[in-house]
Nanobody, 123 residues
Framework: QVQLVESGGGLVQPGGSLRLSCAAF??????????MAWYRQAPGKERELVAA???????NYVDFVKGRFTISRDSVKNTAYLQMNSLKPEDTAVYYC???????????????WGQGTLVTVSS
């Protein structure tokens, strides 16, 4: 019912910038998308939250990316973005888009995931 498509990953040098996008395609009527977020999973590590944008405008970031990454949402396009600046080799990972969707006014939140986009930071 909700498909998430990520794009924008690639190879960048340390200190460089990259912008990821996540488009949400909704095939049926929903109450709303409560939260859109970015997660990442590096080799040998568990998937971790990077940044989240709530429908009320609140944004949250893990300490490691504060001041470097910015998450934003375009409600008209149903798209979330992650602007990444001052990239470090430790940022290398597969980045996944996540959406928490309320399908009707009485329903609970349901998670949807994108397939991921690879970000490699290397000289």
């Amino acid at each position: 019912q909700v498909q998430l498509v990520e794009s924008g990953g690639g190879l960048v040098q340390p200190g460089g910038s990259l912008r990821l996008s996540c488009a949400a395609f909704v095939s049926e009527t929903i109450f709303g998308i409560n939260t859109m977020a970015w997660y990442r999973q590096a080799p040998g590590k568990e998937r971790e939250l990077v940044a989240a944008a709530i429908s009320d405008g609140t944004t949250n970031y893990v300490d490691f990316v504060k001041g470097r990454f910015t998450i934003s949402r375009d409600s008209v396009k149903n798209t979330a973005y992650l602007q990444m600046n001052s990239l470090k080799p430790e940022d290398t990972a597969v980045y996944y888009c996540n959406a928490k969707v309320r399908r009707n006014i009485m329903g609970s939140l349901r998670d949807y995931w994108g397939q991921g986009t690879l970000v490699t930071v290397s000289s």
